[in-house]
């Protein structure tokens, strides 16, 4: 984390200093807050962003879900809407995991990251043969 050293863990975070911790921009922070009714910052004179430590954890959550596990915007406001800001369940133990299917950005339209994400590997293949 960018701030560990400069504040305390519950302290709050102006929008630049959890964008740096993110690693996104400003304005994609912004645009969250458009898109996830949860997740609002306290905003005093001059309309500066403070983060809770609340919507920091819900910041990381948004964050994991579209940039490492592959939703969209509409299935990850489908999952905070249908279970609160609770946590996906974890997949069991025992079991392989197969991660869920992201919403398409429009009915009947949108792309399946995973057929995506099975040609890049099949390119990346046969680029190193």
């Known amino acids: 984390m960018a ?11 102006t929008i630049g200093e959890l964008s740096q911790e993110l690693g996104v921009a400003q304005h994609i922070l912004r645009y969250w807050e ?8 306290m905003q005093r004179a001059g309309n500066r962003r403070y983060y ?4 920091v954890d819900l910041a990381r959550k948004i964050h ?6 592959g939703y ?7 999952l905070l809407r249908e ?9 069991p133990t025992m079991a392989v995991a197969t991660p869920a299917r992201p919403e398409p950005d429009e009915a009947g339209g949108g792309v399946d ?14 680029l190193d043969s």
């Open 3 to 13: 701030t560990a050293g400069q504040k305390d863990a519950g302290a709050l975070l």
């Open 34 to 41: 458009t898109r996830f009714p949860q997740l609002r910052p």
């Open 52 to 55: 809770r430590a609340a919507d």
């Open 64 to 69: 994991r879900l579209l940039n490492q596990e």
């Open 72 to 78: 969209t915007v509409r299935g990850v406001q489908k």
């Open 83 to 91: 279970r609160g800001d609770a946590e996906p369940s974890p997949a």
């Open 113 to 126: 990251v995973f057929r995506l994400i099975a040609l890049r590997d099949r390119l990346v293949a046969a």
